[in-house]
């Protein structure tokens, strides 16, 4: 969990609740890609462009300057990492010594960035062109542009054959479809939408100023329920079972877990100030 007030993040057990590691890190982290197969996770310093490559015991154990603009973060299939500049308008496929691969362009402001889980795909949401990229995820080929059902699409996640974005200032929901790069739907949120997770067959979206997530079918794309999770939720990630989500509040300064059945708040722990954890933040820990 990336703290950007408090130049912070935190290692939590989710299955215990239990904080197991603070770690300094300058800069106002806010970015984050956690990779449990290869025992990684990458932060960005969203004042420096400087990235962070954390152990799963909390440590640094590599850095590298990427230039000011670095933002959106995945993890790459294989190891390494995709990163979006955000002022340059490109993104970028890094190796697991963070070395290039490759650099693209995208679109005006790219935010988020996801792979498809079979590592074919990667797109980018790019805010300030209202849609998204979707790209060859080994070469780096562009494949298709597509516009999104609502303005400045910020969170995106890849869910069964789709590319979901939460459009900030259009409080709805896209659903691009990957390979045809067509809008196959959009559902209705709540009031400045910024990340999108699933868990338990169910759809969830952070409502940046209603403080709610929007629950939905990601098969009929109704929308089943509004819950109120704390004051300024953003981050949004499923938890390694399947059957939960956990929420970053930024004002509420915490870590929420929402169970996907009930949709009750089943864990509510205390983060430094501002977390944010934007991007795929949770994971099953590799074990031989």
């Known amino acids: 969990?990336?703290?950007?007030?408090?130049?912070?993040?935190?290692?939590?057990?989710?299955?215990?609740?239990?904080?197991?590691?603070?770690?300094?890190?300058?800069?106002?982290?806010?970015?984050?890609?956690?990779?449990?197969?290869?025992?990684?996770?990458?932060?960005?310093?969203?004042?420096?462009?400087?990235?962070?490559?954390?152990?799963?015991?909390?440590?640094?154990?590599?850095?590298?300057?990427?230039?000011?603009?670095?933002?959106?973060?995945?993890?790459?299939p294989g190891g390494g990492l995709f990163v979006t500049d955000w002022f340059g308008a490109h993104l970028t496929r890094l190796d697991a010594d963070l070395k290039p691969l490759w650099q693209v362009p995208t679109g005006a402001a790219p935010a988020g960035v996801a792979v498809s889980d079979d590592g074919r795909w990667v797109a980018t949401a790019d805010r300030d062109d209202d849609r998204i990229t979707i790209f060859d995820a080994a070469t780096g080929t562009l494949l298709h542009r597509v516009a999104t059902a609502g303005a400045h699409p910020f969170g995106i996640t890849f869910h069964n054959g789709r590319f979901w974005t939460a459009d900030v200032q259009g409080d709805t929901v896209s659903v691009i479809d990957a390979a045809t790069g067509t809008l196959a739907g959009q559902v209705p949120t709540g009031s400045h939408p910024y990340a999108?997770?699933?868990?338990?067959?169910?759809?969830?979206?952070?409502?940046?100023?209603?403080?709610?997530?929007?629950?939905?079918?990601?098969?009929?794309?109704?929308?089943?329920?509004?819950?109120?999770?704390?004051?300024?939720?953003?981050g949004i990630s499923p938890l390694p079972g399947g059957d939960a989500v956990a929420v970053a509040n930024w004002d509420s300064d915490t870590l929420v877990v929402v169970d996907a059945a009930t949709l009750a708040i089943t864990a509510e722990i205390d983060m430094p100030s501002g977390p944010r954890a934007f991007g795929q933040f949770t994971g099953r820990q590799a074990r031989p």
């Open 1 to 76: 969990m990336t703290s950007q007030n408090a130049d912070m993040v935190t290692l939590v057990d989710t299955a215990s609740g239990q904080v197991l590691a603070r770690t300094p890190v300058a800069g106002k982290p806010a970015p984050v890609a956690y990779d449990p197969a290869a025992g990684r996770a990458y932060v960005i310093a969203a004042e420096t462009g400087r990235l962070s490559v954390m152990d799963e015991s909390g440590g640094v154990t590599a850095s590298r300057d990427l230039g000011e603009g670095a933002f959106g973060l995945a993890a790459a």
């Open 196 to 234: 999108v997770a699933f868990a338990g067959g169910r759809g969830f979206v952070t409502n940046q100023y209603a403080g709610t997530l929007t629950v939905f079918d990601p098969e009929t794309l109704a929308v089943l329920d509004e819950i109120p999770v704390g004051d300024y939720p953003e």
